[in-house]
């Protein structure tokens, strides 16, 4: 089982900047082994992919947050961030963090992220 915890959602003005964690409770050289994704979902909207980055460090973005969010990975601390700079009022949602391996995945309980002048 892992257990997925965000962090460092807060409200914050729009062309404001936020970083988001995702700490992993697993064993040894396992995270390492994940794909691990950021998902967002707003009020009345469905859940949508926003970054991933693979075991190997490879990365993806959403069109709507490419050039403006960062996707990291510290396997030493099993850890995943998502940096997010020049925030607009639409990225106003629950962010959630996923792990993928294989046919196993799980979530977390997600962070709210708020942008509001």
């Known amino acids: 089982q892992v257990r997925l915890v965000e962090s460092g959602g807060d409200l914050v003005q729009p062309g404001g900047s936020l970083r988001l964690s995702c700490a992993a409770s697993v064993s040894g050289n396992i995270f390492s082994r994940f794909g691990m994704n950021w998902y967002r979902q707003a009020p009345e909207k469905q859940r949508e992919l926003v970054a991933t980055?693979?075991?190997?460090?490879?990365?993806n973005y959403a069109p709507s947050v490419k050039g403006r969010f960062t996707i990291a990975r510290d396997n030493s601390k099993n850890t995943v961030y998502l940096q997010m700079n020049s925030l607009r009022q639409e990225d106003t949602a629950v962010y959630y963090c996923?792990?993928?391996?294989?046919?196993?995945?799980?979530w977390g309980e997600g962070t709210q992220v708020t942008v509001s002048s």
């Open positions: 980055v693979t075991s190997g460090g490879g990365t």
């Open positions: 996923n792990a993928q391996f294989f046919t196993y995945t799980y």
